[in-house]
T-cell receptor, first 113, second 113 residues
């Protein structure tokens, strides 16, 4: 089993739809959970950052972490064409000498006007 | 605000040649990283540096070397390039190793023939 699994898509939705992006993981040491957005031919940029379990909301974006199920989600409400990008989940065990940050392979999202 | 600057943006290289990808940050971050991104494989860590003068191996370090002579610069060297090193290379930095937001450069697209 890979350490982080992410459905690569592609995912195509109409403008205004609610989008759900998900990752599962196997390493119970992961404590920090991130979602990065990557536009075509650009570097990834941080979208959401959460620690441990729970929800975090930022505008149209909501990140959920369920450590008991080893499952994280990113919800996008009222999706816009400008949300079209690849979304990468990333997880860390907390840094220091045991540093390890692992990325999912990314989900390609297209929001159609 | 420049953030992370990578050079070159794109390069075609003959196999066996030596190549150095340059990375400079202006955020005074302690930690810096080199990733390669390949279709179907996602982002994979090559090398990282916790602070000036120290470096560490990531997931796929073979064939690559790095140095961290000062806080701002983190060059990646391919001593003798091979076609399997054809990839998009991203430099990133964070304030602290393994925690917090990673800031990425725009990438260096390398083709080894």
């Amino acid at each position: 089993q890979k350490e982080v699994e992410q459905d690569p898509g592609p995912l195509s939705v109409p403008e205004g739809a609610i989008v759900s992006l998900n990752c599962t993981y196997s390493n119970s040491a992961f404590q920090y959970f991130m979602w990065y957005r990557q536009y075509s031919r650009k570097g990834p940029e941080l979208l959401m950052y959460t620690y441990s379990s729970g929800n975090k909301e930022d505008g149209r974006f909501t990140a959920q972490v369920d450590k008991s199920s080893k499952y994280i989600s990113l919800f996008i409400r009222d999706s816009q064409p400008s949300d079209s990008a690849t979304y990468l989940c990333a997880m860390s065990d907390g840094g220091g000498s045991n540093y390890k940050l692992t990325f999912g392979k990314g989900t390609l999202l297209t929001v159609n006007p | 605000i420049a953030g992370i600057t990578q050079a070159p943006t794109s390069q075609i290289l003959a196999a066996g040649r030596r190549m150095t990808l340059r990375c400079t940050q202006d955020m005074r971050h302690n930690a810096m990283y080199w990733y390669r991104q390949d279709l179907g494989l996602g982002l994979r860590l090559i090398h990282y540096s916790n602070t000036a003068g120290t470096t560490g191996k990531g997931e796929v370090p073979d064939g690559y070397s790095v140095s961290r002579a000062n806080t701002d610069d983190f060059p990646l060297t391919l001593a003798s390039a091979v076609p399997s090193q054809t990839s998009v290379y991203f430099c990133a930095s964070s304030a602290v190793l393994g925690a917090g937001e990673l800031f990425f450069g725009e990438g260096s697209r390398l083709t080894v023939l």
